[in-house]
């Protein structure tokens, strides 16, 4: 039997929140499928005052459910997966803070915000959806070459929402001109999924895939995940460019 893989699953936990319901669920689906044991642990935003807390994780997994108690913790948790790196996935609440800490990080835009914590910030890359985007489902265009279409084995998928934040359509092109692609477009063509080129498995999502696991179904993104996970760090190499298709 392999040794289980620690997964930190960023955020605070509220048992009342229906992805944290999920998401042990999807994880233990995975961990049947893949035949390998795996130990998530609930890790506070408030928590995280020291990275070198998360480095005995296999993996980092940014949870829905913001805004976290600290803002700090959690980008600096994404940060650390960025470049440490880690296999990291980011749902809902997590795609939000994935876009900042690259904004802020990455991009050194430091008057970067998001609009649910700082409504009246200079520069909101994350901004109120036209259209909020509570219990509903829709159909995403994937980008053909990219990690997410291989892990869905398709190029047109539907999933489900529960956000009123998303990526402002101001700052998308600039924001996903580099490494950071968009990978995944709603039918309005606003981008709902981001991925990492360079690092070996950086993936996060507006939409919450994890809800298919209270139904009993293994979501094909969050296998994909465990299994990067299961991949020892000396043995991980990146993806080939996962080029948008628009």
Known sequence: ?????????????????????????????????LHHPVEPHWVA???????????HFDALWCVPASPY?????????????????????????????AILEYARTVLQWGDAEHAETAPTGARLVIAPLACSLVEVSNTLRLAPASGMARAYGQVTIRESYHCRFGLNPAFAQELTAGPLRAVAWDETGEVRAVELEGHPFFLATLFQPERAGLRGMLPPLIEAFVRAAAVAPGERTSRPDSSPDT
């Open 45 to 55: 935003t408030d928590d995280i005052r020291d990275t070198r807390a998360l480095t």
């Open 69 to 97: 108690r600290s803002l700090d913790g959690a980008l600096a948790a994404i940060q650390f997966a960025r470049e440490a790196p880690r296999p990291f996935l980011g749902t809902c609440g997590g795609f939000q803070h």
């Open 1 to 33: 039997m392999p040794r289980p893989l620690r997964i930190a699953l960023v955020g605070d936990y509220d048992p009342s929140v229906t992805a944290h319901q999920a998401i042990p669920q999807a994880l233990a689906l995975a961990a049947l499928a």
